[in-house]
């Protein structure tokens, strides 16, 4: 089984449902706060890989949202610096496995990276509810 590193917002239920299926799966969950690490844009690029740029961006985050901003018009030097200066942007939860990085809970990245499938609850997928912040 593997250790797997999940950067999330805490007391967000989705990323806890996401962490006990993998838990259940027989992996090492570490969770850690998406929020408050601190972020440098070549850390936070790993994770994004060959994603386009307004994926990396979390749909249901109060300023998009809200339409205060539009992750399809910016570049990517400007994106990384808002994701670092309010993190509650990110899209997540940030995976790390074995070396490997993802943004999002993605189930079949994830059987391939574990070896094992990663039943999911369509309701994994996104908020169920909107977070004051």
């Known amino acids: 089984m593997s250790t797997i590193l999940f950067y999330e917002k805490p007391g967000c239920s989705n990323n806890s449902r996401q962490k006990a299926q993998l838990a259940a799966a027989g992996h090492t969950v570490i969770a850690k706060n998406l929020l ?21 961006f979390n749909p ?24 670092r200066a309010e993190p509650l942007l990110i899209r997540r939860p940030l995976i790390e496995v074995d070396g490997q990085r993802m943004t999002g809970f993605d189930a079949s990245t994830l059987s391939v990276w574990l070896g094992q499938p990663i039943l999911v609850n369509t309701a994994s997928q996104s908020c169920l509810r909107h977070h004051p912040s």
């Open 60 to 83: 249901a985050a109060p300023k998009i949202r809200d339409g205060e901003i539009d992750p399809a018009t910016l570049d990517a030097d400007t994106a990384l610096a808002m994701l």
């Open 36 to 56: 408050t690490e601190p972020w440098a844009s070549e850390r936070l690029l790993q994770f994004f890989g060959s994603l386009p740029v307004h994926a990396w």
